[in-house]
């Protein structure tokens, strides 16, 4: 067959297909959870070039006070995006108030409001109760350290172990130079302070929610009940030093705290006279223990509040500048001031008792 010959056809060209120089990318489609993108047409014969994909930043917490960003233009998704330069500290974002319905004047508008009505309240409560508890005199009194409260505690319990000299209030100059004050709690022993106070109160509210559990009838009013009893027998107290004063014309009878103050010491020898009775339960003990707890304490305000009733005319001098010497009280007024003393002094064993009665 190598040696027949025959005319041969001309070769057959099969036509090239030939293509656009640019083919149109389909519209961007909303990228699936599997990682692939979903188009609306299979693409055109012959591989199209694929584009490698990049995963998107999505935050996991979005503020409701910033909006979602509409998606760029196609022809702006492929250009390099350039972040801007970090801020220097940390930034607020601030709140837009036209997404809770609000335009910018109303939320000014009840900013103002709002600011408007708690100035009007501390001025209210300045007005009304800053001339009885100033908030300069409540910082004066709880202006303590761990030694003087210490030794103010063995002061109220062993109050005659201290010399009747030593038993003088301390003045100092103020800040400006021009008026004397008393020296505060942390300088001076024998200044009143509300810390002592305080914490006693507190203390006994649980030695009572205390003495009902070992008794099996804790309950919830116990509490209340306790607080109750302290607060009563505390303004009784108050109240009758107060007439006291004033019916003797006792002139710059000291402050409303001071006197507070005072009438809540007694609650450190009430203290000292329940905590026998949860170790010792012996009648005669407790007691023994009670009366010398009254004692104490009944000694310690004729010492401390004689400087209230009957003031020193050298320390009078001092700190205030209209003073009125006692000096010139007659012998009767003195005497009537010190009986008055002695009768804050005994009432201290009805208030301890009905503190103890529990």
Known sequence: MSQFTSPSPPPLRHPVPTHPAYIPEPPPTPNSPGGYQRYSSSPGPGPAPQHAYQPQHVPAYTSPFQHA??????????????????????????????????????????????????AAGQEYVQRNFGTIFPATTLKHHFNVSNSYVINKIKLVLFPWLQKPQAWRRKVRRSESGQTAEW?????????????????????????????AGLKKQFHTKVLGEAASRGLVVVILDFVFVKLGCYFLNVQDSSQVVDLLAYGGYKFVGVIFSLIP?????????????????????????????????????????????????????????????IIFLFLEAICQVLYMGMLTRI
């Open 69 to 118: 960003q509409p998606p760029l233009p196609p022809h702006l998704q492929h250009q390099p995006h350039h972040a801007p330069p970090p801020p220097h500290g940390p930034t607020i974002p601030q709140p837009d108030f036209a997404a809770w319905g609000m335009n910018d004047a109303t939320a000014q508008f009840g900013m103002q409001l709002g600011q408007t009505a708690v």
């Open 183 to 211: 020296a505060p709690p942390r300088e001076d022993i024998n200044s009143p302070d509300l810390y002592i106070p305080s914490m006693a109160f507190v203390t006994y509210i649980l030695l009572c929610a205390l003495h």
């Open 277 to 337: 009775t949860f170790l010792f339960p012996m009648p005669v003990l407790n007691t023994l223990i009670f009366i010398y707890a009254f004692l104490a304490n009944a000694f310690f305000l004729l010492r401390s509040l004689r400087s209230v009733v009957l003031p020193d005319p050298t320390v009078q001098l001092v700190s205030n500048p209209n003073p009125t010497s006692t000096a010139t009280l007659t012998a009767a007024a003195r005497r009537r001031r």
